[in-house]
């Protein structure tokens, strides 16, 4: 009789136990059932270490739409992840070296896909400049030479802006807003409607999305297991090993050029999508660093 009593009160226990444990855990069960596809959802995030207020209702459901318009956007999320691996290692230092912060890469995934993109108003570039303020920011854009499609000098010159845009705003999500809205856009609404957050401003349908898309992005990208993303190593794309020849005169035939590096035509402007033309006309002498890739080809 005792030895029935105990194995009744053991089974008692371990049954209030369970419940116990189940009651407690379901907020973690949830989310380890969401875990691995495109339905996580994290409980905080921020950009550039400015948290996102997500206790707002209208916050959440702006990041919540963003994460599941992104996270089933399957193959161009893949596409973006891969080119990452390739882009962010040249963007990350210059960054780095402005003293931008490391979530910035993360606009220039939204505005490009890390491709040299052309937007119906003629933004070109991973970073999309307009001509005329890229000429601002010290790039060359003619008929021969187009600085946006330089990633190095685009995101120098994107440092500039942001840097310039933090300065006036005070937060970096102000000037990642700014970036798509326009410096005097953005200060307006904040005059008009007199706060001076980016979560508090009612903005145009596509500054209102822009910091979000930027999170969501940043979210995914950093934890692609989580949302159903599970790419190997080789499968990314990587960056071709190059040496730079300098060029200060003209030249007449870049086709020529290339096969005496040892390469085509087709391969000197993959590697260098700045060349705008068939030729390189340079009667001020300007020196030109042009990069030749050294294997892969």
Same mark, same amino acid.
């Given at each position: 009789?005792?030895?029935?009593?105990?194995?009744?009160?053991? !089974? /008692? $226990?371990?049954?209030?136990? *369970?419940?116990?444990?189940?009651?407690?855990?379901?907020?973690?069960?949830?989310?380890?059932?969401?875990? *691995?596809?495109? !339905?996580?959802?994290?409980?905080?995030?921020?950009?550039?270490?400015?948290?996102?207020?997500?206790?707002?209702?209208?916050?959440?459901?702006?990041?919540?739409?963003?994460?599941?318009?992104?996270?089933?956007?399957?193959?161009?999320?893949?596409?973006?992840?891969?080119? @990452?691996?390739?882009?962010?290692?040249?963007?990350?230092? $210059?960054?780095? #070296?402005?003293?931008?912060?490391?979530?910035?890469?993360?606009?220039?995934?939204?505005?490009? /896909?890390?491709?040299? @993109?052309?937007?119906?108003?003629?933004?070109?570039?991973?970073?999309?400049?307009?001509?005329?303020?890229?000429?601002?920011?010290?790039?060359?854009? =003619?008929?021969?030479?187009?600085?946006?499609?330089?990633?190095? #000098? +685009?995101?120098? +010159?994107?440092?500039?802006?942001?840097?310039?845009?933090?300065?006036?705003?005070?937060?970096?999500?102000? @000037?990642?807003?700014?970036?798509?809205? /326009?410096?005097?856009?953005?200060? #307006?609404?904040?005059?008009?409607?007199?706060?001076?957050?980016?979560?508090?401003? @009612?903005?145009?349908?596509?500054?209102?999305?822009?910091?979000?898309?930027? !999170?969501?992005?940043?979210?995914?990208?950093?934890?692609? /297991?989580?949302?159903? &993303?599970?790419?190997?190593? =080789?499968?990314?794309? =990587?960056?071709?090993?190059?040496?730079? $020849?300098?060029?200060?005169?003209?030249? =007449?035939?870049? +086709?020529?050029?290339?096969?005496?590096?040892?390469?085509?035509? #087709? $391969?000197?402007?993959?590697?260098?999508?700045?060349?705008?033309? %068939?030729?390189?006309?340079?009667?001020?002498?300007? %020196?030109?660093?042009?990069?030749?890739?050294?294997?892969? &080809?």
């Amino acid at each position: 009789m005792k030895k029935k009593n105990a194995v009744l009160t053991t !089974l /008692g $226990i371990v049954l209030i136990s *369970g419940l116990f444990i189940f009651a407690i855990s379901g907020v973690a069960k949830e989310k380890a059932v969401r875990e *691995g596809t495109s !339905l996580y959802f994290p409980t905080s995030i921020d950009f550039a270490g400015e948290q996102a207020p997500l206790q707002i209702a209208d916050v959440k459901e702006r990041l919540d739409k963003e994460l599941v318009i992104n996270a089933n956007l399957h193959s161009s999320t893949t596409l973006i992840i891969k080119r @990452a691996n390739r882009a962010f290692p040249v963007i990350e230092p $210059i960054l780095l #070296k402005y003293g931008v912060p490391d979530d910035f890469k993360y606009l220039a995934v939204i505005e490009s /896909g890390l491709v040299n @993109a052309t937007s119906p108003a003629g933004a070109r570039g991973v970073w999309q400049f307009m001509p005329d303020t890229a000429k601002e920011k010290g790039m060359e854009v =003619n008929d021969y030479v187009d600085e946006r499609y330089h990633l190095e #000098k +685009a995101t120098e +010159a994107a440092c500039k802006y942001l840097l310039a845009a933090k300065n006036k705003f005070g937060s970096w999500t102000l @000037a990642a807003a700014s970036y798509n809205g /326009g410096m005097t856009g953005v200060n #307006k609404k904040i005059e008009e409607q007199q706060v001076s957050n980016y979560y508090d401003l @009612a903005l145009t349908e596509e500054t209102s999305r822009y910091v979000f898309r930027i !999170l969501a992005l940043k979210e995914i990208m950093k934890n692609t /297991g989580k949302y159903g &993303y599970t790419l190997f190593p =080789n499968e990314l794309y =990587n960056n071709i090993p190059t040496k730079k $020849i300098e060029v200060d005169s003209t030249i =007449n035939d870049l +086709a020529t050029f290339a096969l005496q590096q040892g390469i085509n035509y #087709k $391969i000197l402007k993959i590697h260098n999508p700045w060349l705008r033309d %068939k030729k390189l006309i340079n009667p001020s002498k300007r %020196k030109y660093e042009i990069e030749i890739p050294l294997e892969g &080809y």
